[in-house]
């Protein structure tokens, strides 16, 4: 007996329901029972309009499968992927017919060809044993081309800016104090499992958590942050060498994220 097809649910955050538009007054919808062609075709649509897709939009799509659960962020032009609850866990900038066979694990037509192609053809006078034995060593570089390729893609999204943040300068402890009282409170970017807080203290420390299932914390960490002045805008500088942008008195931007407050 064939086993039925697998489904699955996707949240849509500032999207329309097939992923071909984006606004801020979409919202967040749900949709169940979304089949393995439905998810292939939404994430290719996500990939086409990623790079429309302009502050202060932040949409992204969050998909549960049997394998875990993923969030599909379309931001800087093209589609940033984070698992954080499956065995398959990474993250980065894959295409959407890659994160479509991450996610379900099946292997996508432009992945089988090079993969035939390194097999070497079989020769005349070549025994099955000798064919099998290129087939063998093929596999295990192949595998170990693959596990570091990822390992860089994973190190490469999760590292700190550093050299890469745009020039700022620290204020003095008169304005750095004043920076901090306005800014302390509590910011979120939604929720929803996936989406993220800052908790700013006055005294400069700061705690990010990252939600999991009913809000609970699926990550925290904690650091602390001096005012800063970058491009002209007030800037918080954090010990972990980024840069928090006070848009304004509701409104923080971190590592492209946007957080609005929701508690002084």
């Given at each position: 007996?064939?086993q039925?097809?697998p489904t699955?649910?996707v949240?849509?955050?500032?999207?329309?329901p097939?992923?071909?538009?984006?606004?801020?007054?979409?919202g967040e919808?749900?949709?169940?029972?979304?089949?393995?062609?439905?998810?292939?075709?939404?994430?290719r649509?996500a990939?086409?309009?990623?790079?429309?897709?302009?502050?202060?939009?932040t949409?992204e799509?969050?998909?549960?499968?049997?394998?875990g659960?993923?969030?599909?962020?379309?931001?800087?032009?093209?589609?940033?992927?984070?698992?954080?609850s499956?065995a398959?866990?990474?993250?980065?900038?894959?295409?959407?017919?890659?994160?479509?066979?991450?996610i379900?694990?099946?292997e996508t037509?432009?992945?089988?060809?090079?993969?035939?192609a390194?097999?070497?053809?079989?020769?005349?006078?070549?025994?099955?044993?000798?064919s099998g034995?290129?087939?063998?060593v093929?596999?295990?570089?192949?595998?170990?081309?693959?596990?570091?390729i990822n390992?860089y893609?994973?190190?490469?999204?999760?590292?700190?800016?550093?050299?890469?943040?745009?020039?700022?300068?620290l204020?003095e402890e008169g304005?750095d104090?004043?920076?901090?009282?306005?800014v302390?409170?509590?910011?979120e970017?939604?929720?929803?499992?996936?989406?993220?807080r800052l908790?700013?203290?006055r005294?400069?420390?700061?705690?990010?958590?990252?939600?999991g299932?009913?809000?609970?914390?699926?990550?925290?960490?904690e650091?602390t942050a001096?005012?800063?002045?970058?491009?002209?805008?007030?800037?918080?500088?954090?010990?972990r060498?980024?840069?928090?942008?006070?848009?304004?008195?509701?409104?923080?931007?971190?590592?492209?994220?946007?957080y609005?407050?929701?508690l002084?």
């Amino acid at each position: 007996m064939s086993q039925p097809e697998p489904t699955f649910v996707v949240v849509f955050k500032q999207l329309g329901p097939d992923a071909k538009s984006a606004g801020l007054e979409l919202g967040e919808t749900e949709r169940a029972d979304v089949s393995g062609r439905e998810l292939r075709s939404l994430l290719r649509n996500a990939g086409s309009l990623a790079p429309r897709v302009t502050y202060p939009l932040t949409p992204e799509l969050r998909i549960t499968a049997a394998s875990g659960r993923y969030v599909v962020q379309l931001k800087d032009g093209r589609l940033h992927f984070i698992s954080w609850s499956s065995a398959k866990s990474r993250g980065g900038n894959p295409t959407a017919d890659q994160i479509f066979e991450i996610i379900t694990g099946a292997e996508t037509p432009e992945e089988k060809a090079p993969a035939a192609a390194a097999t070497p053809a079989s020769r005349p006078g070549t025994s099955g044993s000798s064919s099998g034995s290129w087939r063998w060593v093929v596999g295990i570089l192949l595998a170990i081309a693959f596990v570091g390729i990822n390992f860089y893609t994973i190190w490469n999204y999760r590292k700190p800016p550093g050299k890469l943040l745009p020039p700022f300068r620290l204020l003095e402890e008169g304005p750095d104090k004043r920076l901090l009282e306005s800014v302390a409170g509590q910011y979120e970017t939604g929720n929803a499992a996936g989406d993220r807080r800052l908790e700013i203290s006055r005294d400069g420390k700061i705690v990010w958590i990252k939600f999991g299932l009913n809000r609970l914390a699926a990550e925290r960490r904690e650091f602390t942050a001096q005012g800063a002045e970058s491009e002209g805008q007030p800037a918080l500088f954090t010990s972990r060498s980024s840069l928090i942008k006070v848009k304004d008195q509701a409104t923080l931007v971190l590592f492209g994220d946007t957080y609005l407050r929701v508690l002084r």
